[in-house]
């Protein structure tokens, strides 16, 4: 009589006695031990401070293909990864994002230690568009200020068009204060000559965007060129093209509908060169002589 397996069944559990007979031995997915030491070792190696999800990336290109929970137990079993707490539940439902990309865009800066030290610390001006997360303008400048803001826009159109919106916090750089000054900011000026119209965030939740895109950034990016060797500004926005990409292609999503609300800009280079700059009204005397 042929060999059968016999099927069991104890209320909802199921089996054969062929899986019984396996229990206790490495699954046939196991990854050998030495290749988990080579692993490890390459972690604490190059990636001693990294999160389990980048360091998965980067192993992926040295062509180790691991999955990030798999590389995650493997941190936590030597030390190089704490387990993290579940995220208590939100007390109200998070905004939702705009429709359309370029519908509206939040533009902020953070003074930070990007270069750990290899440089003197620096401010990161970034605009990120709200409805798809995607960075569309970044640069690094040695002092946040206002020549700094008006020149990440100025990149912003030339490449995209012009959005409907930019959003700021209630910095000066952005609004004047003053009841008695009725003349506009410099970003205000230049983002209502463009016909963007601007919108002042009263509260750090009302461009949640822009601030988790810096807590990203100063986790990821900040890594990232300490790996590429980088120590200076003008070395950073050489390779920055190509780090906006992959960052892009890693977070942004897709809108929920496909039509574009960037509206080209018709001037030219040098109209919005002149735009995008510091203007500085003066008073002809009646000598003809202008103080500056």
Not at 105 to 116: C, K, L, V
Not at 262 to 285: D, K, N
Request: glycine share 8%.
């Amino acid at each position: 009589m042929p060999w059968r397996c016999c099927r069991f069944r104890i209320g909802r559990y199921a089996g054969c006695c062929a899986g019984i007979s396996a229990r206790g031995r490495p699954s046939n997915r196991h990854i050998a031990e030495d290749i988990k030491a080579q692993v490890l070792g390459r972690v604490q190696e190059r990636y001693p401070d990294f999160g389990p999800t980048p360091t998965a990336e980067h192993l992926r290109t040295e062509g180790f293909r691991l999955s990030k929970e798999t590389l995650r137990r493997w941190m936590i079993e030597v030390g190089l990864w704490q387990a993290k707490r579940p995220r208590a539940p939100r007390g109200h439902p998070p905004r939702p994002r705009r429709v359309r990309s370029g519908e509206w865009g939040q533009i902020d800066g953070s003074a930070h230690d990007w270069f750990e030290g290899r440089a003197s610390r620096c401010c990161l001006i970034a605009l990120i568009d709200d409805a798809t997360s995607r960075v569309m303008a970044a640069r690094f400048v040695p002092v946040e200020g206002r020549r700094a803001y008006l020149s990440v826009p100025e990149a912003y159109v030339t490449a995209d068009g012009c959005p409907a919106a930019l959003s700021g916090d209630r910095h000066g750089l952005f609004t004047k204060h003053d009841p008695e000054d009725a003349a506009p900011s410099p970003f205000q000026r230049a983002t209502g000559h463009l016909g963007i119209a601007t919108i002042q965030a009263l509260t750090p939740q009302a461009k949640g965007r822009v601030e988790r895109l810096f807590q990203t950034l100063q986790d990821r990016l900040v890594k990232a060129m300490r790996l590429a060797g980088l120590a200076d500004i003008d070395t950073v926005h050489a390779w920055r093209p190509e780090s906006l990409a992959e960052h892009n292609a890693r977070f942004a999503l897709a809108p929920f509908e496909p039509e574009d609300a960037h509206r080209p800009y018709e001037g030219t280079a040098t109209e919005l060169a002149r735009i995008c700059v510091i203007h500085h009204p003066r008073t002809l005397s009646k000598d003809l002589v202008v103080s500056l």
